[in-house]
């Protein structure tokens, strides 16, 4: 069996989303390149939600989805905020994906049940320069079942 855990899941998600290759040519986990068109999806914590007498559990996976665009005028900075928005919107129809988790020396299996994406804004011009490229920061919260 493959394990595809929450954040192979997410990463794969995102990049299904149809607009993915006009903005993002890889989603790097934990980190974006410095130049435009590079994602990073960075894990910021898993908890649980609840638990049933048998030990299944939903659980909710945090991220913070970093993405570096091109942001020399008005209508590129405006361009980036309507894909992110765009891309929010499209994740929150996302749910039933398979989802694997390897607890201990046991593999368990899953089923995402939502993805919600807020707080997207712009969140750093990291050359101080934005000719550089400018990062943007959406954070995404995944709600998932974990049956044991």
Known sequence: MTIINIIET???????????????????IDFADPEPTSYGLTSTGDSLIKEDVLGNQT??????LYSMFSGINDYERLLNSSVLTELAQWLSKKSGDIVTSEIGE??????LLSIKAENGMLFDV???????GIMYRLQLVAEYTIEL
């Open 10 to 28: 997410v990463r794969e998600i995102l990049e299904n989303f149809p607009k993915i290759s006009e903005v993002c040519n890889e989603i790097h």
């Open 59 to 64: 659980r909710q996976h945090s991220f913070m």
């Open 106 to 111: 046991n593999i368990h299996t899953g089923e």
């Open 126 to 132: 990291p050359q101080g320069n934005d000719a550089d």
